[in-house]
């Protein structure tokens, strides 16, 4: 069974970015698609970004597709999401799952991302 590890949240200004990273505690995601959904306080879980297994197609949701980059390192077995220029509305819980979820789907602690104002 694969385990993904998020990290790299914090808290940032409004325009900043930040570097998000998933990885493979156990197991390992080489030949699979991972997607990115973050879970605003309040509000239901929601699709970021998905990259596929080699990564060479991804599809970003249109409400960051203009600020946010996803990416993996094959190698390193990482896969990224850059953010940039941040604003209230992307604080949230950021999630990293194998791609697309179903209901077997472990969902990790997440990294949390904060942008105040």
């Known amino acids: 069974q694969v385990k993904l590890v998020e990290s790299g949240g914090g808290s940032v200004q409004a325009g900043g970015s930040l570097n998000l990273s998933c990885v493979a505690s156990?197991?390992?995601?080489?030949?699979?698609?991972v997607g990115w959904y973050r879970q605003p306080p309040g509000k239901e879980r929601e699709f970021v970004a998905t990259i596929s297994y080699d990564g060479r197609n991804n599809f970003i949701a249109g409400a960051v597709k203009d600020r946010f980059t996803i990416s993996r390192d094959t190698s390193k077995n990482i896969v990224f999401l850059q953010m940039n220029n941040l604003n209230a509305d992307d604080t949230a819980l950021y999630y990293c799952?194998?791609?697309?979820?179903?209901?077997?789907?472990?969902w990790g602690q997440g990294t949390q991302v904060t942008v105040s104002s």
């Open positions: 156990e197991g390992t995601f080489s030949m699979f698609s």
């Open positions: 799952v194998l791609y697309p979820p179903n209901q077997f789907t472990s």
